[in-house]
């Protein structure tokens, strides 16, 4: 058990749609992070979030936004869902804002149909 | 772009042999990490290595930094079936703000 929760582990929705992504992170990780992890990319970084602000930005469309509260919990939302959004959604955390051991969720599964 | 190449893609042994996955780049990385990945799970830590040349072992798991810092392999000896998952090597671009990502080998260890 890393310490990271994330929900909902499963999600099927339709094209179009809007979902949100929660993540709890480690207790004390100040960092949370984002991946989309599909078999063709592997894993790509999303967007990090050190104490409630924005730190880095990777490949995030602009369709999806991501915030961290002042509990530190973060949500990824997803809209205007297309088939190609389907894949494993993961949040990772850490205790600063250098990259070093990242503690990762189980991950919430997004299929589009 | 940074890239982290990772070989082979795939791989299926039987239990007991060794075994070599690579991780590799013409870029040079401050770090590089190495998780492992089990189905249905996140990606777990298994070791960082910092300064060009460094071996690190964990049990029967043996980590290599290239001298230069660019490339990186793992070598595991006698597969078990426990070791299966997907490997994956992420690399520190010095800038500490993310990692770059490798797609992974996957290893099947079959009894």
């Known amino acids: 058990d890393s310490g990271v929760t994330q929900t909902p582990k499963h999600l099927i929705t339709a094209t179009g749609q809007r979902v949100t992504l929660r993540c709890s992170p480690r207790s004390g990780d100040l960092s949370v992070y984002w991946y989309q992890q599909s078999l063709d990319q592997g894993l790509q970084f999303l967007i990090q979030?050190?104490?409630?602000?924005?730190?880095a930005k990777g490949n995030i469309l602009e369709r999806f936004s991501a915030q961290q509260f002042p509990d530190l919990h973060s949500e990824l939302n997803l809209s205007s869902l297309e088939l190609g959004d389907s894949a494993l959604y993961f949040c990772?955390?850490?205790?600063?804002?250098?990259?070093?051991?990242?503690?990762f969720g189980e991950g919430s599964r997004l299929t589009v149909l | 772009t940074q890239l982290l190449e990772q070989s082979p893609q795939f791989l299926s042994i039987q239990e007991g042999e060794n075994l070599t996955v690579y991780c590799n780049s013409s870029s040079v990385f401050s770090s590089l990490q190495w998780y492992r990945q089990e189905p249905g799970e996140g990606p777990v830590l298994l070791v960082t290595v910092v300064t060009g040349g460094e071996v690190k072992k964990l049990k029967r798991l043996t980590f290599q930094f290239g001298d230069a810092r660019k490339d990186s392999s793992l070598h595991i000896t006698a597969a078990q079936p426990g070791d299966t998952g997907l490997y994956l090597c992420?690399?520190?671009?010095?800038?500490?703000?993310?990692?770059?990502w490798g797609l992974g080998t996957s290893l099947a260890v079959n009894p």
């Open positions: 990772a955390s850490s205790a600063g804002t250098v990259t070093g051991e990242l503690f």
């Open positions: 992420a690399g520190n671009a010095g800038n500490n703000r993310k990692l770059i």
């Open positions: 979030y050190y104490n409630g602000e924005e730190r």
